[in-house]
Structure formats: C-alpha cells, structure tokens
C-alpha cells in the first residue's frame, strides 16, 4: 500500500467410498521411518458444489527432511463421522512436506469434516468446509479478511472468526505475510510479544518464503480459522514484496536481490505449497488466480487479481517530500489512459461473469479485490481539525515524521489521493471497470483489503451513477495510520463523498450477510492485538438492497 508522501513502514514501525484428484506432480517415494506430527494443522480452500480442496503439511520429529511422506484422508458428514469419501495424497518432499487434495463427489450446500492420517498412524487435527450451494439459497456468510502481519499481534481476529456459527467461507484478500525482517515492519510489537519474524532477514529465496508460510501457519489461531472454514484467497502484495506490480516492485533491488522474476517465482511456489488453492491450470500463468464461485440462486462472488497480472507501475514520488514539480510528475503519470489493473483478458473474463449472474437473476454479485477501490482525498487536516486541532494532533506525532506530515497536507491540496497504490492511483482504469458494471447490468458489492482500515464506500462514476458498493476490512493485526493519528478515518469519512464510514483504528474483520432481501455488512473489531484474552465488537454495521436500483449502503435498523 503506498499513500506517499507519508511513509507507511516507517512511521509504523514506531507504533465412505470415492477417489480424489491428488494433484499434479505428486511422487510416490515410501515415507522414511519416524514419528510424523502435523504441526501447522489443517486447511481447506476454493470450494465448489461437491467438494474442496484439503490441505495440510507433515513434520518430522527429531528434524531431517526425509523423503515423500503418503497420506490417507478421510471426509465425513459429522465431526468424527464415518467417512464418505476418502483418498490418499502425496506429502513431497519437493513441496516442503505439504500435501494437497481435490475432494470431489460430496452433497452440495452442506458442512463436511476431514482430516489425515500419517503412515506411522499419527492423525491431524480435523477440520471442517462447506460445499457450494445449489439452487434456493437463504443467507450466505463471508468473513473477510486481509494484513496480518505476524509480528504485528496476536490473531485474536482468527480466533474470532473460528467461534462463529455460520460461516460458508473466509475471503482472504492478501498479505497473508509479509517479507520484512527483524527490523523492519511491526518489529517493535514482536520484539515485545516474542513474535519476531522467521527468517530474521527479509525474504527473497524459495526457503525463506516457504519458513514465513510455516511460522504464519503455527499460530494457533490461524489454524482454528482454517479448521474452521474454507479459505478462498488472493494475494496482494506481501506475499512477494512491497508494493509490487507486473515489473517489479518498490521493495526490490535487483543489484543485491537478485532478478525480480526469480524472487516472484519464488514467492509464488511458496504460497501455491502452503495455500488450501487449486494449482494452475496447464498452460495458465500462476499469477492468473482469479475465478468464479457461485451460492446457489443467491450469489456469484468473482476474485480478481490486481497485483501481479497486468499491474502497471504505481505513479510513486521520489523522495520523502516532494515539491511542486515532483506532485506535478507524479499527476501526469496518475492520469494516464492507458494505465491498467485488470488487464483485457481478466476484464473480459469479470464482464462475462456478472453478466451471466445478473441474467440468472442472482440478487448479489461480490468482487473479492486486493485494493480500495473508492475515491478517497487526502485529508487536509488543517481544514478539517482547525489550526488549534491540527497543532495539537501534529503535536502527537513523532517528531521525526511532522515535516513530512506537513508536506504531504501540500501534495493532497494538490489533488494528490490518499492512497496512489489503490484504485485511486489508477482512475481511467477505475472507469472502465464501472463501465464493464454497467454493460453486466449489475451493482456489485466490492470487499477490498490492503488498507488496514474499514471502510463502507458508494462508489460513483464519473457521471456521478452509483455503480458498486465497498466494504473494506481492517488488517487482522497490521498498523494504520490511526495508529499515528486517532480518529483519521473519522476525517476522511467527513471530507470524501463516497466514504459513508472508515475506521483507520481498529483491528479485526468484515463479516458480510447475504440474504435475497439484504446485504449486511457489519465490521468486527477486536479490543487489542497485543494482550489476551480480548472482547469484540460491532464497530459498524451497513445494509444495502440487491440490484442496480438498490441504492447505497445505509445503517440498518438493529436487530
């Protein structure tokens, strides 16, 4: 996420019978002898009407990476049931001892559990998805999530999320982890929570993503989730490095990095091991991860891939204070026509899916979307807080970061937005994407991630046409800029005609509701991230009715 000229790390960093299709590649070495433990837990992901794929990894004790380790896996209709179907999968070696498996054959629109059991007769923790439905759908319910920083706090959002009692799926909207080290990101949280990274220095190499995957996955709580529901996930831009688009990326450094295409390839086999995802079709680019989902008669949710695919460089100042020229520069660049996030084939593929869901007559079509995608100013805190309010915030900053922090109430003034690594820094392409709204005949509901902040945003084209609704979701544990200045979202909420509510304080998840009368859109937060045990809480909460003529996110009556 870049909102420059305000630097976001630094001033953060102070604050039965059947088969399966196990997957392809998968060896067939005999497991060595040795106690097997299944240390990062379970996890499920990208359900379909009959099935899902199960996830898990094998450890062995005593250390020693061993050979190839067979798998038996069982899936049954009750907790501890007798299994419905079972199959067997391959833990490689070559995969970092993780095992996938594609469960088919399985009755739609229910809860399932699963587990696995190792050669030495070692059995994993069980965990629990619920196959798509199909046909009459009542209510369908997303929890979405993104930021979660490892050294940032604890997951007291996970463990949350892993209470509730319905749940269909976890939308997780990236930055599963992150690639800083013991330095950098969040360090002095974990130094004081013993929750430093793993590898100490940042990550470039296949085994250094692949240890931040392990160490995010030991968390308890991040494994109660998984076990809990199925994950449906994109990344953004952690998961390779900062700030990252097709060519590179703001954090990267050739010169002492190495390639940019190496490190990505690295970081992408590393999330396709560790992640509950389908793998690549033949022949499709692995950074080509969306796809379609549908609940029934209900909904279609859409997950789109903004990062990596056809991302365009981000319109970026050099410098930490830019002056007029510079704004100057970086504007030009913003306004580009040509510029892009989807790209054509994805555009064309997202056109076809809500068009096909709003011929259906599917009340609700969601877009799963890295970025916020609302347009949002700068805030020009002078204006907004009086000249005695402002001194007095621009007082609790550190005092290494208030010149900064008064430059940049130029850049804004300047029309510079919020956020130039979101939707914002990308408006024509912004607009094609509400023209492609218009041509499905559908009004969408966008949940972003990336900003570590929630959001409940009217999103309105250039003409000033309602053409999608946004609920964003705070970060799991990743610091804001209300970590620095209390209250901000509370500013851009007032100063930004399409934010009905931001929170940039909070910590915790978005859970939407979907019924065929009603989206719900109601923001969880949790009391810290840095103690336990904590309480939560509704921050907010926002309705909408379905259609292109249903209107704009408003508070509900409570319940």
Known sequence: MTTLPIDR?????????????????????????????????????????DGAVIWTRVTRSGGGAGGDVPLRWTVSAAPGGAPVR??????????????????????????????FVAPDGSVSPEGRFRTLPVGPVDETVFAV??????????FNAYADMAALPRLDAVLMLGDYIYEYGVDGYGADIGRRLGRLPDPAHETV???????????????????AAHARAAFICVWDDHEVTNDGWIGGAENHRAETQGSWAARKAAAMQAYFEWMPIRDPAAGRSQTAIYRAFEFGDLATLAMV?????????????????????????????????????????????????????????????????????????????????????????????????RARLEQAQAAYRAGVPFNLDAWDGYPHARERLYRLFARAGC????????????????LHDAAGTLRALEAGCTAITSPSYGSVLPGLGRVLAAANAEVAYCNQDAKGYTLLTLTPQEARAEFIAVSSVTERPFTRSVDAAFAARPGAGGGAWHRPVRR
């Not at 190499?205 to 308890?220: C, I, M």
Request: charged fraction near 25%; charge should be positive.
């Open 443 to 458: 009004r969408p509901v966008v949940v972003s991630g990336d900003s570590h902040a929630a959001w409940a945003n009217n």
């Open 305 to 401: 891939e903004t990062r990596l695919l056809a991302r365009d460089e981000q319109a970026a100042f050099k410098g930490d204070v830019p002056g007029a020229d510079e704004i100057a520069r970086v504007l030009r660049i913003r306004d580009e026509p040509g510029r892009e996030l989807l790209g054509a084939a994805q555009s064309r593929w997202l056109e076809g899916v809500l068009a096909r869901s709003a011929r259906a007559g599917k009340p609700w079509q969601v877009i799963g979307n890295q970025t916020i995608m609302a347009r949002v100013d700068g805030p020009d805190l002078r204006r907004a807080l009086g000249e005695d309010g402002y001194r007095a915030a621009l007082a609790r900053v550190p005092e290494q970061f």
């Open 145 to 154: 999530a993104s930021c979660q920083l490892y050294p940032g706090g604890y």
């Open 9 to 49: 790390r630094g001033v953060l960093g102070l604050v039965g019978a059947g088969t399966a299709s196990v997957l392809p590649g998968c060896a067939t070495t005999a497991a060595s002898a040795g106690p097997l433990r299944f240390d990062h837990g379970v996890a499920s992901g990208d359900p379909a009407a």
């Open 205 to 223: 190499t296949l085994a250094d993503y692949r240890r931040r995957h392990a160490q995010v996955k030991s968390d308890p709580d991040m494994q």
């Open 86 to 115: 079972r199959g067997t999968v391959m833990a490689r070696a070559a995969a970092d001892h993780t095992a996938k498996a594609e469960v088919t054959g399985l009755a739609a629109g229910r809860d399932h559990w699963y587990r």
